[in-house]
């Protein structure tokens, strides 16, 4: 079982900046797949980034591609998201995900979720 803890979220106003972390517990990080997700209230949940075991291959949505960067440091246990020039469309509770069977995943099928973060940006 894995243990994912997320913190990092708040209010910002739009064009700034938030780094999201999520730290993992349970299994030996360096072999999980990680990524982010986010939902807005009354909307689906969406892919926002993903990083492979190393941190060497990574994903993006289109709708963050450019402004948002995922990263791990394996030493820590953490995953990180960086998010610059925020828009208030970036308003969603983000999740952590990682899962144990796949070097990098981008859809929505991972085995472990954190609790999330909520994120606002205000105009």
């Known amino acids: 079982q894995v243990q994912l803890v997320e913190s990092g979220g708040g209010l910002v106003q739009a064009g700034g900046s938030l780094r999201l972390s999520c730290a993992a517990s349970g299994r030996t990080f360096s072999s999980l797949a990680m990524g982010w997700f986010r939902q807005a209230p009354g909307k689906e949940r969406e892919f926002v980034a993903a990083?492979?075991?190393?941190?060497?291959?990574?994903y993006y949505a289109d709708s963050v591609k450019g402004r948002f960067t995922i990263s791990r440091d394996n030493a820590k246990n953490t995953v990180y998201l960086e998010m610059n020039s925020l828009k208030p469309e970036d308003t969603a509770v983000y999740y952590c995900?990682?899962?144990?069977?796949?070097?990098?995943?981008?859809?929505?099928?991972?085995?472990?979720w954190g609790q999330g973060t909520q994120v606002t940006v205000s105009s």
């Open positions: 990083i492979s075991w190393s941190g060497g291959t990574t």
């Open positions: 995900a990682a899962d144990g069977r796949w070097v990098v995943v981008t859809t929505e099928e991972y085995e472990y």
